[in-house]
């Protein structure tokens, strides 16, 4: 909790102890996640790097992970805060199975809890530093949406945090349809992810794939996409900038 | 049941190991006007005998949407049933505004049962006076619960609950096992039938009683008069002599002219207390 201690000026001064209490900046973070619905069900892509700052320090993290039977979580922002999503999300999955009556959680109550949590954390001045991508099939039916560290939450066919939303939803928004396969969905989510892998430079090349169907969810082992440096524009970038170097 | 000396606080034991005053809380809900619930596969109908305290007073509400997919008929202290009520509104908009999606009415029974069982162990407190048919959907499906003074709950095809409920149970016992893939209307029809078996001899009229339904694509709504009025006219017009499946009810009336199951509620209603209704 924060404590004002002074008023001076119309501002109030903040006691640093009670800092330590919320979250100001985020250190440990993931880049990020792409996700899309196909023909038969929800795709969901993201890199295994988390930087600390500028460094590339750990490149083993799994930022997409299962929820229930039905739902699949990824995050990008603070790991750290991740993983006390998925803490949560736990509790709830685990007295939910308790229940043991035949009713369980979907992803649409899923994704509208985590929006509860988001937003009441950000009405608190301590936020929870991720942009969450929750997406599941249940009864037939394809759920895909998204919740941002301030609690703006909504439902799309495709979205992308962070960098993904400058760089792959273009993509997705000339490219998608309704009827993608697998196969031709796996694709579309490389050609976005090679394209982060150039331009962001949070970016590692060792990602993951989920797949969400009415069987179940599974999260693909790590992997790595063909690269091309050989571009003209990557071996001399420089050509036809006036001025640069 | 006669006065003892275990039975003044909820929290003694008789020596036979029963809690009297929960047991007389249950008589409670025996002395307030018929309240029936029967359910299909995809429909939960509720149905409540009126009863005004006098001529010039209109009736108590004694059934209650709890939500779109969730309903409640009460018998015994209406008091008591209002609070329940309200009780079950507010699980169930938590509920939806969290998650964003209906309470499974199971669930809801579950939080019911435990906070009446809370009632049967507080030396301060005394049980709830109010036995709830609450009807409901969630993933599986209709349901039709009855909750207890004492805590318990139980699931039913078929149920009914108050004064004179047993002339209502036994039509209901032997229809019950068609009520599985009954159509909405049939369903509709046995609930007012089963209402009529409480009167004994009165005549069925819109007015007397109330009728709700809910079910898999229809959102808890109260039927009215004219509606119930329409079905009471397919079958009281020829009390005597019915269509084939109705050959039942002429025998069953006369079978259930039958003297008063529960003490209390006699034809005079002047022992009920007007509190209960």
């Not at chain 1, 895909?144 to 760089?167: K, R, W, Y």
Request: aromatic residues 10%; negative net charge.
């Amino acid at each position: 909790m924060t404590f004002t201690i002074q008023i001076e000026n119309g501002t109030e001064v903040r006691n640093a102890e009670a800092d330590s209490q919320r979250t100001l900046y985020p250190y440990v973070t993931g880049t990020s996640v792409v996700a899309i619905k196909y023909k038969d069900g929800v795709l969901m892509a993201s890199d295994m790097g988390g930087s600390y700052g500028s460094t590339l320090r750990y490149k083993n993290i799994e930022r997409m992970k299962a929820i229930g039977k039905h739902s699949l979580l990824g995050a990008s922002g603070e790991i750290s805060d991740f993983q006390e999503i998925l803490r949560y999300l736990d509790e709830l999955t685990l007295n939910d199975n308790m229940w043991d009556d035949g009713n369980s959680l979907g992803p649409k109550e899923v994704h509208n809890y985590l929006t509860r949590v988001m937003y009441n954390r950000r009405n608190k001045f301590n936020p929870l530093w991720n942009t969450l991508v929750l997406g599941g099939v249940k009864n037939g039916e394809k759920y895909l949406g998204m919740v941002s560290m301030i609690g703006v939450s909504f439902e799309d066919n495709h979205v992308a945090t962070g960098f993904g939303n400058h760089l792959a939803r273009p993509i997705l928004r000339d490219e998608w349809r309704e009827d993608l396969g697998f196969e031709e969905g796996v694709k579309l989510l490389e050609k976005c992810m090679r394209v982060l892998l150039y331009r962001d430079r949070s970016a590692i090349n060792k990602l993951q794939i989920a797949k969400m169907t009415e069987e179940g969810v599974t999260v693909s082992e790590p992997y790595s996409l063909k690269t091309f440096w050989e571009f003209k524009a990557f071996t001399n970038p420089t050509v036809g900038a006036e001025g640069s170097w | 049941m006669f006065r003892n000396q275990y039975d003044t606080d909820v929290t003694t034991w008789s020596p036979t190991g029963r809690l009297f005053q929960v047991e007389y809380a249950m008589e409670a809900v025996k002395q307030g006007s018929a309240a029936i619930g029967l359910r299909s596969r995809s429909h939960v109908v509720l149905a409540c005998v009126n009863k005004a305290q006098s001529e010039l007073s209109s009736h108590q509400r004694k059934i209650f949407k709890v939500d779109d997919h969730i309903g409640v008929a009460i018998a015994g202290l209406t008091a008591d049933g209002r609070v329940l009520s309200r009780y079950m509104r507010s699980e169930s908009i938590n509920h939806s505004f969290t998650y964003e999606s209906p309470l499974p009415v199971g669930r809801l029974v579950v939080h019911l049962a435990d906070k009446a069982q809370v009632c049967t162990q507080r030396s301060w407190k005394r049980p709830y006076g109010v036995g709830l048919l609450v009807g409901g959907l969630d993933e599986s499906g209709a349901h039709l619960y009855y909750n207890c003074p004492s805590g318990n709950y139980f699931e039913y095809q078929a149920f009914a609950i108050g004064s004179r409920s047993q002339a209502a149970k036994t039509y209901l016992e032997r229809r019950f096992e068609s009520f599985g893939d009954s159509s909405r209307e049939d369903l509709i029809k046995d609930a007012i039938l089963a209402v009529r078996e409480t009167l004994q001899g009165e005549t069925l009229k819109s007015s007397l009683c109330t009728v709700a339904i809910l079910g898999v694509d229809e959102p808890f709504h109260f039927l009215d008069q004219e509606a119930i009025q329409k079905v009471i006219d397919t079958f009281e017009k020829v009390p005597e002599e019915e269509e084939g499946d109705e050959a039942g009810e002429g025998e069953a009336e006369a079978a259930a002219v039958a003297p008063a199951e529960q003490g209390g509620a006699g034809a005079g209603d002047q022992d009920v207390a007007p509190m209960e209704m």
